[in-house]
């Protein structure tokens, strides 16, 4: 099993590209997460989601979209990148009967 | 908004005890995780407080108290590997697939 995948690792845009992240789990869990992490910072929560077709704004959802046609994808959608969103992204996946999240290895974004 | 409180920064010696408070809003709270961060890497879940108490796992313990809306998290006989940083999350409970992160605490572990 290959658990929480992300891509890509690294990434850098310029200022006004848009750009999707990819977030895909082989777990079978309901509920998945964005997050944003700047440096020396703890994680912020951007969207997530209790299920296909379920997706709901965390605490810093301005600047992106996301959508959920099926369980094991979640991707991320960055509009018109800014360099305030340079950041290094992680996706997290748990069982709603359940409160440990699983991270993906993250993606590095850097917007110039 | 739902905000927790953690130190940033403790430092320790191998072989110690250090232990890692955690302060949250009460309204709405459901539980409290903890996750450990190496630089660099994604955070790992270490534990988690439904119940006031304490839950041990190995070398690592967390305590929960609703009354005084804080938890802890303990970490024992310390090694240089334990030099991470160190995250409580809550759960609030008008969604449970929702949760708010702390800042973090660096701890470094000296020999």
């Known amino acids: 099993n290959a658990g929480v995948t992300q891509t890509p690792k690294f990434q850098v845009l310029k200022t006004g590209q848009s750009m999707t992240l990819q977030c895909a789990q082989d777990m079978n869990h309901e509920y998945m997460s964005w997050y944003r992490q700047d440096p020396g910072m703890g994680l912020r929560l951007i969207h997530y989601s209790v299920g296909a077709g379920i997706t709901d704004q965390g605490e810093v959802p301005n600047g992106y979209n996301v959508s959920r046609s099926t369980t094991e994808d979640f991707p991320l959608r960055l509009l018109s990148a800014a360099p305030s969103q340079t950041s290094v992204y992680f996706c997290?996946?748990?069982?709603?009967?359940?409160?440990?999240?699983?991270f993906g290895p993250g993606t590095r974004l850097t917007v110039t | 908004g739902q905000s927790l409180e953690q130190p940033s920064e403790v430092t320790a010696v191998e072989g110690a005890i250090v232990q890692i408070n955690c302060t949250y809003q009460?309204?709405?709270?459901?539980?409290l995780s903890w996750y450990q961060q190496h630089d660099g890497g994604a955070p790992t879940f270490l534990s988690y407080n439904a119940l006031d108490g304490l839950e041990e796992t190995g070398r690592f313990s967390s305590f929960l108290s609703r009354s005084d809306s804080y938890g802890y998290l303990l970490l024992q006989e310390l090694q240089m590997k334990d030099s991470a940083s160190y995250f409580c999350a809550a759960f609030y409970n008008t969604n449970a697939g929702k949760s708010t992160f702390g800042d973090g605490t660096t701890l470094t572990v000296k020999p």
């Open positions: 997290a996946t748990h069982d709603p009967l359940a409160y440990e999240q699983y």
């Open positions: 009460t309204s709405g709270f459901y539980g």
